[in-house]
């Protein structure tokens, strides 16, 4: 069973930079697209990025330019660098492990393994 551990949340000001960091734990990611979602309090979660299995990236629009997904030096650890973040990102993050096809890349549904969620926050 794939666990998936997430690391680096926080409290930030307007324009700072966060990196998050997901973990596979008893298991691997190859094979395996990671994706990131997010969800604010109130709202549905929301696709924020994913990179596949061949390391094809796809980001939301409202990050695109701003929010970058890599593989990590690490084996099975995936980053999120989020650069100029806004008040609107904060949310709590949350890294998802699956085989979705690329039309179906934003659809938490398709992923089988989700971290733990981190918080980030971002004053203004």
């Known amino acids: 069973q794939v666990q998936l551990v997430e690391s680096g949340g926080g409290l930030v000001q307007t324009g700072d930079s966060l990196r998050l960091s997901c973990t596979a734990s008893g298991g691997t990611f190859s094979g395996y697209g990671v994706a990131w979602f997010r969800q604010a309090p109130g709202k549905e979660r929301e696709f924020v990025g994913a990179?596949?299995?061949?390391?094809?990236?796809h980001y939301a629009d409202s990050v695109k330019g701003r929010f970058t997904i890599s593989r990590g030096n690490v084996k099975d650890t995936v980053h999120l660098q989020m650069d100029l973040l806004r008040p609107e990102d904060t949310a709590v993050y949350y890294c998802?492990?699956?085989?979705?096809?690329?039309?179906?890349?934003?659809?938490?549904?398709?992923?089988?393994?989700w971290g733990q969620g981190s918080q980030v926050t971002v004053s203004s």
């Open positions: 998802a492990a699956g085989r979705p096809i690329l039309s179906a890349i934003q659809n938490p549904d398709m992923y089988y393994y």
């Open positions: 990179i596949r299995a061949t390391n094809t990236r």
